[in-house]
């Protein structure tokens, strides 16, 4: 599933060229210039690739920018977790698209079957896009249809196994599910897709000291 947050920062992210300082290089102007920025030494350079993959740039570049996740440097980890939430989002039909941006403003306004009636009709019209199966994933989890939820997250994996955000959904549902040891599990896939999730590494731990207690209650 997602952070609601994520394709806001992309947009922002996708401003960067817009907003650079004079210093900034240039901006890569076809797909070979970004994927050889990609792994230019100077870190804005491989700022710009990012950002240019993020709004240009098809879903076989997602596996590069799983690359930039370890990156050393923690702003450009930061641009390539926003620059996979772009390529996944970006559906390459304006009409599913605007459902997409409908069915997103249904769910943070809090009407959920409205926005599981929009997503249902992305999966349906375009049921190869991941991630119409991933937000209709989410609202299934705020509305508590847990068993609904886990059975799309299941269709995303199918089509995108790195989903990053799905697997570290999972693991937000079996924890509900006080179902912890695949909560953990589901977790801990997330983490070794994506090692910069903060609140996954949390979470892992608060399991952990959870399962630890629970043991030794019953001793």
């Known amino acids: 599933m997602l952070s609601l947050s994520k394709i806001r920062i992309v947009l922002l992210a996708a401003g960067l060229t817009l907003a650079a300082a004079p210093a900034f ?9 970004a994927l050889t920025a990609l792994v230019s030494a100077d870190t804005t350079v491989r700022l710009e ?12 570049d997602a596996a590069l920018l799983h690359e ?10 930061d641009y390539a ?14 009409v599913i698209d605007k459902l997409m ?8 306004s809090g009407r959920h ?3 599981i009636t929009t997503f249902s009709e992305v999966v349906k019209r375009k049921p190869d896009f991941a991630e119409g199966w991933n937000k209709r994933a989410t ?14 997250c299941d269709e995303v994996l199918k089509r995108n196994p790195r ?15 006080e179902q912890y040891d695949p909560s953990l599990a589901w977790f801990r896939k997330a983490l070794e897709v994506n090692p910069n999730m903060l609140g996954v590494e949390f979470n892992i731990k608060r399991i952990e000291t959870l399962m630890k207690e629970r043991r030794g209650t019953q001793i």
């Open 163 to 177: 989903h990053f955000g799905t697997l570290s959904g999972l693991g937000q549902i079996y924890f509900q599910l």
């Open 139 to 152: 609202v299934y989890y705020l509305a508590g249809e847990y068993k609904k939820s886990i059975a799309d």
């Open 81 to 94: 977790e926003q620059g996979l939430w772009a390529l996944w989002t970006r559906s390459g039909d304006a």
């Open 101 to 108: 941006a409908r069915g997103v403003e249904e769910m943070e």
């Open 25 to 33: 290089p240039e901006p890569p102007k076809s797909h070979d210039e």
């Open 68 to 77: 930039r996740l370890r990156d050393e440097s923690a702003i450009v980890r």
């Open 49 to 60: 690739a990012i950002v240019w993959i993020a709004n240009y740039g098809r879903m076989s």
């Open 113 to 115: 079957q409205a926005a």
